[in-house]
Nanobody, 123 residues
Framework: QVQLVESGGGLVQPGGSLRLSCTPS????????MAWFRQAPGKERVFVGA????????QYADSVKGRFTISRDNAKNTVWMKMNSLKPEDTAVYYC????????????????WGQGTQVTVSS
């Protein structure tokens, strides 16, 4: 059984930065394409970004392109998402997800999910 453990959420002022981390247990990170989704209160879960298994290909939602960066280190068994220039509309619970195939923007394609980490952007 694979478990994904996220960390790094918190409260930050508009314009600030945070870095989220996600680490799988039970199987090496190199087995998976990884993605981040987010869900704001009262809204559906939406795609934020993804990275392929080797880390040489990424994809981002238009709303975060140029502000968020996803990276991974398979040797450290960790994937990160650096979030810069944060806006109040980025406030949400952020989830990492894994699948043993090419990344997808569809949440239903992912086999494993983390528990979520809260990101709040507010002054």
């Amino acid at each position: 059984q694979v478990q994904l453990v996220e960390s790094g959420g918190g409260l930050v002022q508009p314009g600030g930065s945070l870095r989220l981390s996600c680490t799988p247990s039970g199987r090496p990170l190199s087995s998976f394409a990884m993605a981040w989704f987010r869900q704001a209160p009262g809204k559906e879960r939406v795609f934020v970004g993804a990275i392929n298994w080797s880390g040489d290909s990424t994809q981002y939602a238009d709303s975060v392109k140029g502000r968020f960066t996803i990276s991974r280190d398979n040797a450290k068994n960790t994937v990160w998402m650096k979030m810069n220039s944060l806006k109040p509309e980025d406030t949400a619970v952020y989830y990492c997800a894994a699948r043993q195939s090419r990344w997808s923007t569809w949440s239903g394609a992912y086999d494993y999910w983390g528990q979520g980490t809260q990101v709040t952007v507010s002054s």
